[in-house]
């Protein structure tokens, strides 16, 4: 089955998921809408197809089967339910909306019409997603304790004015941005409980200028403390993501997680179960000549074959793990498209979830 997709807001990133897209061959391009005709004719030339400015003129085109959705956080929720109403299925970037209640209309019209809608939250199409939550629901490092998500991110091409600082347009920083590293740790611990959020806000601006958030989620028996600061140098700009267990941690490196660290005390079976996930990997042994032992922790003895560091990297580098990920998104949802009965990794139930976190966390955010 090939689909045909519109897009609208033909920005630099809907060229590279465009891009993306074409390389399954489940789709064509056939129409990109933006409100400067400029923008859209460029990207429009570029692909062979329609160009508009006028987004009702965009809806009304009959080629069109599928809209995705790449504008400014405020306009997701009137774009992707006017689509929804044209008799289109939708993909949007994160949020679905600026409010839960909008998220749970859409995907509640989706349904009523038998239409297809999600929020690309691409990252469970990475391997190494998949790899974890494999670690976690085998228990195989034992009991979530603790983790944390660290985003130190650039700001260089957020000048003051741009939108991404107007909560009105934007959402803040959890609902436009958060909303991917929520549905992470909503798929590998289920859904978390905010417990206390704080902003903090840069000196000397008006309006406000708020470029770093934190917040403190509980999994279950667990904590996950989550930071996102857009105030670095490109040069900078990094991420980590952590996860302690009762045997051990995992570690990922990297947005667009490219290398992961394991460390545990393992049997030789949980070894070769972790060796078989990730292939081409690099295991340290910490005490090489300890042997089979037991220790106490949590009141509880651990019995363990190595205490081990297993480190894995992506053969791919971030750009082209990106667009395979944006590849296995359109695909499986084209597949659903499809055949409804096909089994999809995301649905219109993470966008729901994830902006449920973020609107709690903003909700119950302190100003400092």
Request: proline share 3%; hydrophobic share 40%.
């Amino acid at each position: 089955m090939i689909v045909s997709i519109g897009v609208v807001g033909a920005g630099n990133f809907a060229q590279f998921a465009s891009e993306a897209f074409l390389r399954t061959g489940k789709v064509n391009m056939v129409a990109f809408m933006d409100v400067d005709m400029k923008v859209a004719s460029k990207m429009a030339t570029k692909f062979q197809a329609a160009s508009y400015d006028v987004f009702e003129d965009f809806l009304s085109d009959d080629n069109i089967q599928l809209v995705y959705i790449s504008t400014p956080p405020s306009s997701h929720y009137h774009q992707s339910k006017s689509a929804l109403l044209a008799g289109k299925h939708v993909i949007c970037e994160k949020p679905a909306a600026l409010q839960l209640e909008e998220a749970e209309e859409l995907a509640s019209l989706a349904k009523e019409l038998r239409l297809l809608y999600i929020v690309n939250l691409m990252q469970r199409y990475n391997p190494l997603y998949d790899s974890v939550k494999e670690i976690i629901d085998r228990k195989i490092l034992g009991q979530f304790l603790h983790g944390f998500f660290e985003n130190y991110a650039s700001d260089e091409k957020l000048d003051a004015n741009h939108w991404f600082w107007d909560p009105a347009k934007s959402g803040g920083i959890f609902i436009e941005h958060g909303v991917h590293f929520f549905d992470m740790f909503y798929g590998w611990l289920g859904q978390g409980e905010v417990i206390n959020a704080v902003q903090l806000s840069r000196p000397g601006f008006h309006p406000v200028i708020n470029d770093r958030v934190q917040a403190s989620v509980l999994y279950g028996g667990g904590t996950v403390n989550f930071y996102h600061g857009f105030d670095q140098p490109g040069i900078l700009d990094r991420q980590e993501m952590r996860l302690l267990f009762s045997r051990g941690d995992i570690t990922l490196y990297g947005w667009v997680p490219l290398r992961i660290r394991v460390h545990g005390l393992l049997t030789r079976k949980d070894l070769s179960v972790i060796k078989e996930l990730f292939g081409e990997c690099q295991v340290t042994k910490v005490e090489p000549g300890r042997g089979s032992s037991t220790v106490k922790g949590r009141f509880d003895e651990i019995e363990f074959d190595d205490h081990v560091i297993i480190d894995y990297s992506d053969p791919l580098d971030k750009q082209e793990r990106y667009q395979q990920m944006l590849m296995a998104m359109i695909t499986d949802q084209v597949n659903w498209i499809s055949n409804h009965n096909n089994q999809r990794v995301i649905d219109e139930q993470n966008a729901i979830e994830s902006l449920r976190t973020a609107r709690e966390a903003t909700n119950k955010m302190v100003q400092i």
